[in-house]
C-alpha cells in the first residue's frame, strides 16, 4: 500500500521541489494530479503549500499596487548635485 500511495501521491521532496511550478501552473497532468493527491493527506506539505501560496498571492498584489516615483523627487536630487557640484567649485 505504502509504495501505490508513493507512486500516485509523490514523495514529500518531491511536492515540495514542485511547489512554484503548481503556483504558477506549469505541471502537466498526472504531475498536478500527484501533488494535489499529496496535499490531500499530508498536513505538513498542505500547510507549506498554502503559506508559500498566500505569500506570492500579497507579493504579487503589491507589485500591482506599487506608485509611480514622483518626479519630484528626480528634480530635488539633480538640484541637490547640482547645487553641491557648486559649492565644491565644480569637482
Known sequence: M???R?????SHEHTESRMSEHL???LRWFARF????HLAWCD????????LRVTVGGLRSMKSQQPEP???IADAVVEQIHREQL?????
Not at 508513493?6 to 509523490?10: A, C, D, I, N
Not at 505538513?44 to 503559506?51: A, H, L, Q, R
Open 70 to 72: 514622483a518626479p519630484a
Open 24 to 26: 504558477d501552473e506549469e
Open 44 to 51: 505538513g506539505c498542505s500547510s507549506m503549500y498554502e503559506c
Open 2 to 4: 505504502n509504495t501505490l
Open 6 to 10: 508513493r507512486l500516485l501521491t509523490g
Open 87 to 91: 559649492e565644491s567649485g565644480g569637482q
Open 34 to 37: 500527484r501533488f494535489v493527491q
